[in-house]
Every structure is written in C-alpha cells, then in structure tokens.
C-alpha cells in the first residue's frame, strides 16, 4: 500500500510533469490569466490567439525587490527552474536568475505597459483630472486573509471594513480578493451592508470577465481619486500609472512589508509607504519603473523573442522549443520544484 507521504510526492511528481508538458506545448495557464496574453497578440499585430511556448509572469511580489530574492523566494510569483523559456518584467529578475545559472528567463515588461501603448496608439488620453472622477476612495484589501471560502469573515477583514466605514469620504468603494468576498456571511453582509463591497476578479482565466481583467482595472481606476490598501499590490502600480493617490491602512501586513523594505534598503518602497503624499512624477517613475518600463520590446522584437511571425507561430521555432524541454526535462529537473 503506497503511504500517505509517497501519494503526495507522487501527486506532486505528476503536477509537475503535467506543467512542464503544458509550458512545453504553448498551453500553460498561467499565459492566459488577466488576459494578458491577448494584450501582447494585439500589441505584436498577431492573430489573438497565438501560444508562447513558455511562461508569463504575471505578477510579481513588489516587497521582494532586491537582487536574488525575488527568484528564489517562495513568495514570488516567478518560477523556479530554467527548463522552459519564462518572461518576466523586470531586468533585475533576469539577471538573477542568470546569477543562478539560469539562462532560459528573459525581461520584456508588464502587460499592463503594453495595454497603455495600445491604449496611446487609439489616441486615448487615459488621465483624467481628479475633479473629473466619480470614486473619492477605492479601498483594496491587498493582502488576502483567506485562502479558500469560508463562512465569516477573517478579525484582519473586519479591522479593515470597519475602518472604510469611519472614513470620511463621500464616495467610497470596497475591492474584496475572491475568496475574501465569498468568505463573507450573511451576518457579515448584513453588518456592512452600508458599504460597497465588490469583488474584481473572479475567475482569472478562460473567461470574459478574465479576459477583460486589465480593461477593467483600467476603467476603474481611471475613476479613482485614492487608493487606499493594505499592502503594495500590483493594483497599486496600475493606480500609480493612472495618476491616483495612495493611502494606507496600517495593518500587521503594511508593518511587515515597511519593515522588509527597510532592511533591504528598498528607500523607494520605503518613500511610498511612509510619504504623507506623493507627486504625480514620483508615481509615474516609482510604478513604470515597478513594472519593467526599461524591459519594454517592440513588436517586432517581442515576436522574435517568442518565435512569432505576423501570421502567428513560426512552426520550426515551436518545434525546437518544445523538443529542447520536452528532452532536457527527464535528465535535469523533475526533481525540482517547477
């Protein structure tokens, strides 16, 4: 009888096999979640639609900003091994992953970036002045309390949520992580039922609210005066671009990130979440730098770099990426984390 410690390792074993042949063959999920995979299509003027043999990053974790740490750490959200080509945003990711003998990762920037281009390319003029937006404050709770649904609501959440009520401002939205939201009763709707409490993400994949994720993030906070939050989410990045101002809820996750930002010696980080305002410039460079504005490619050199040609996949280049991983992964990296 296999015991309970071997099932596991094989349950892991084969969700890792699984991933590998995915990534291999241009189907890994991760490509298509917020709909970013899309946004490049469009920016690169290829059918909608057409893989990446590899993977997206598609969001990183801001607190870990210095040297190794954001590739090594099991909080980021970049991967673990070099066996299929991965894109990250940022160049400092790049480099440490070659630091680790890891060649196969590459900075081209965030989809977000290239969402604006199209948006500057249909001649939008996307900032909007304050005295034009409906929302005085949109309240983010960034860093989730809950990892699956469950009937009440987390002390963290209700600190938070009593707090949106004590606010002043006279137009106030509530964004809630899925399963924060789920999470909530029906004693807990009831008791905040004074609030506007939504969720902005549900299903973050092969879907049309996924789909249109960025375009609604886009138009939301377009809309926004402050973002208030908890925790310097990639939301927080895409208000910066947008010219919204930034507040904080000063929870045990906002003392955390501070003091991780300190002892690293992240001064910006350390500047946007003690400064009592900051200057649109400020914002605009701390978050376009945040999101990989020095990685940004071309088209055409974002084709290239994904073997694509204006008619879609090139099949030569497809087919030598898929066979290199598809050989290489036996001999060297089943036995890693993925």
């Given at each position: 009888?296999?015991?309970?410690?071997?099932?596991?390792?094989?349950?892991?074993?084969?969700?890792?096999?699984?991933?590998?042949?995915?990534?291999?063959?241009?189907?890994?999920?991760?490509?298509?979640?917020?709909?970013?995979?899309?946004?490049?299509?469009?920016?690169?003027?290829?059918?909608?639609?057409?893989?990446?043999?590899?993977?997206?990053?598609?969001?990183?974790?801001?607190?870990?900003?210095?040297?190794?740490?954001?590739?090594?750490?099991?909080?980021?959200?970049?991967?673990?091994?070099?066996?299929?080509?991965?894109?990250?945003?940022?160049?400092?990711?790049?480099?440490?992953?070659?630091?680790?003998?890891?060649?196969?990762?590459?900075?081209?920037?965030?989809?977000?970036?290239?969402?604006?281009?199209?948006?500057?390319?249909?001649?939008?003029?996307?900032?909007?002045?304050?005295?034009?937006?409906?929302?005085?404050?949109?309240?983010?709770?960034?860093?989730?309390?809950?990892?699956?649904?469950?009937?009440?609501?987390?002390?963290?959440?209700?600190?938070?949520?009593?707090?949106?009520?004590?606010?002043?401002?006279?137009?106030?939205l509530?964004?809630?992580?899925?399963?924060?939201?789920?999470?909530?009763?029906?004693?807990?709707?009831?008791?905040?039922?004074?609030?506007?409490?939504?969720?902005?993400?549900?299903?973050r994949?092969?879907?049309?609210?996924?789909?249109?994720?960025?375009?609604?993030?886009?138009?939301?906070?377009?809309?926004?005066?402050?973002?208030?939050?908890?925790?310097?989410?990639?939301?927080?990045?895409?208000?910066?671009?947008?010219?919204?101002?930034?507040?904080?809820?000063?929870?045990?996750?906002?003392?955390?990130?501070?003091?991780e930002?300190?002892?690293?010696?992240?001064?910006?980080?350390?500047?946007?979440?003690?400064?009592?305002?900051?200057?649109?410039?400020?914002?605009s460079?701390?978050?376009?730098?945040?999101?990989?504005?020095?990685?940004?490619?071309?088209?055409?050199?974002?084709?290239?770099?994904?073997?694509?040609s204006?008619?879609g996949?090139?099949?030569?280049?497809?087919?030598?990426?898929?066979?290199?991983?598809?050989?290489?992964?036996?001999?060297?990296?089943?036995?890693?984390?993925?």
């Amino acid at each position: 009888m296999i015991s309970e410690k071997s099932w596991t390792l094989s349950k892991s074993i084969l969700v890792k096999i699984f991933e590998i042949l995915k990534s291999s063959l241009g189907y890994y999920s991760e490509n298509e979640v917020y709909g970013n995979l899309y946004i490049l299509n469009e920016y690169c003027g290829v059918p909608i639609g057409t893989r990446i043999i590899g993977r997206l990053e598609h969001s990183p974790y801001l607190s870990h900003i210095n040297s190794h740490k954001a590739i090594s750490s099991s909080n980021s959200s970049t991967y673990k091994n070099n066996l299929s080509d991965t894109y990250v945003w940022l160049k400092r990711d790049e480099d440490s992953a070659k630091h680790m003998g890891w060649n196969n990762f590459k900075a081209i920037g965030a989809p977000w970036l290239y969402f604006l281009a199209l948006k500057k390319s249909h001649g939008f003029d996307y900032l909007i002045p304050h005295s034009d937006r409906n929302i005085d404050e949109l309240w983010i709770f960034a860093n989730h309390s809950v990892d699956k649904f469950q009937g009440g609501i987390t002390c963290e959440l209700r600190e938070f949520l009593i707090a949106v009520r004590q606010s002043k401002a006279d137009t106030k939205l509530v964004a809630l992580f899925y399963t924060d939201y789920f999470s909530l009763s029906k004693q807990d709707r009831e008791e905040f039922s004074d609030l506007k409490i939504v969720t902005l993400l549900g299903s973050r994949l092969k879907s049309s609210s996924a789909n249109a994720h960025l375009y609604t993030l886009f138009h939301l906070l377009s809309n926004v005066k402050c973002l208030t939050l908890d925790f310097p989410s990639t939301m927080m990045l895409y208000a910066m671009t947008l010219n919204c101002d930034i507040k904080w809820f000063k929870n045990a996750s906002y003392e955390m990130v501070k003091k991780e930002a300190i002892e690293i010696g992240s001064y910006d980080l350390v500047e946007v979440l003690t400064a009592k305002e900051l200057t649109k410039e400020f914002k605009s460079e701390f978050a376009e730098k945040e999101l990989g504005r020095d990685s940004l490619k071309t088209p055409q050199e974002l084709r290239t770099i994904f073997g694509w040609s204006e008619s879609g996949m090139i099949s030569r280049v497809a087919v030598a990426r898929m066979l290199r991983c598809l050989l290489l992964a036996p001999f060297r990296y089943l036995n890693r984390e993925r």
